[in-house]
T-cell receptor, first 114, second 110 residues
Framework: DTAVSQTPKYLVTQMGNDKSIKCEQN?????MYWYKQDSKKFLKIMFS???????INETVPNRFSPKSPDKAHLNLHINSLELGDSAVYFC?????????????FGPGTRLTVL | KNEVEQSPQNLTAQEGEFITINCSYS?????LHWLQQHPGGGIVSLFM???GKKKHGRLIATINIQEKHSSLHITASHPRDSAVYIC????????????FGEGTQLTVNP
């Protein structure tokens, strides 16, 4: 059984398009995250939700909008895609907020903007 | 300059060797995570520690709070240990926010 799943695994699209990445966790965790991994493999937090409420919003362009319909799901919608958005996006979850619990990562979504 | 520094950036070893990867950070933390990213891209959490030492199989993680330093050791290394190892810290008052090191690419040759 997959603990944290993301769809799609690969996403290739044109500049200017709008796309969404979905994330679901079946671990019963309260906290979910979106991370971006750039071409140099550097991971950076984008957003964190705790029980459907936004608790971390890094300096991410407002073209990125996370949505959490329930605590098991955290989707990422990106408007007006740009070349620089090309990266691997990882969803993760942890039992609680606070950064002291193990985080479980999804398999990643490789986004390529042409 | 990243506030979390890992060394070395790249490490090549022969099967069976003892491996050490280091992580240093700039100010007080409440937790430090070691993650492993497989060649296929998947990320797995190995350890979360705030003091002392943890061991899981051939992996050992230590942290020295006073020196602001952590090490990840792999004993009897094997080619399947080849991966990127990433250190991440939770600063004392940063909530859930983790700051990541740039990773150490480990290659273990048979």
């Amino acid at each position: 059984d997959t603990a944290v799943s993301q769809t799609p695994k690969y996403l290739v699209t044109q500049m200017g398009n709008d796309k969404s990445i979905k994330c679901e966790q079946n671990l019963g965790h309260d906290t979910m995250y979106w991370y971006k991994q750039d071409s140099k493999k550097f991971l950076k937090i984008m957003f964190s939700y705790n029980n459907k409420e936004l608790i971390i919003n890094e300096t991410v362009p407002n073209r990125f909008s996370p949505k959490s319909p329930d605590k098991a799901h955290l989707n990422l919608h990106i408007n007006s895609l740009e070349l620089g958005d090309s990266a691997v996006y990882f969803c993760a979850s942890s039992l609680r907020t606070g950064g002291t619990d193990t985080q479980y990562f999804g398999p990643g979504t490789r986004l390529t903007v042409l | 300059k990243n506030e979390v520094e890992q060394s070395p950036q790249n490490l090549t070893a022969q099967e069976g060797e003892f491996i050490t990867i280091n992580c240093s950070y700039s100010v007080g933390i409440s937790a430090l995570h070691w993650l492993q990213q497989h060649p296929g891209g998947g990320i797995v959490s190995l350890f979360m520690l705030s003091s002392g030492k943890k061991k899981h199989g051939r992996l050992i993680a230590t942290i020295n709070i006073q020196e602001k330093h952590s090490s990840l050791h792999i004993t009897a290394s094997h080619p399947r240990d080849s991966a990127v190892y990433i250190c991440a810290v939770r600063w004392g008052t940063s909530g859930s926010r983790l700051t990541f090191g740039e990773g150490t690419q480990l290659t273990v040759n048979p």
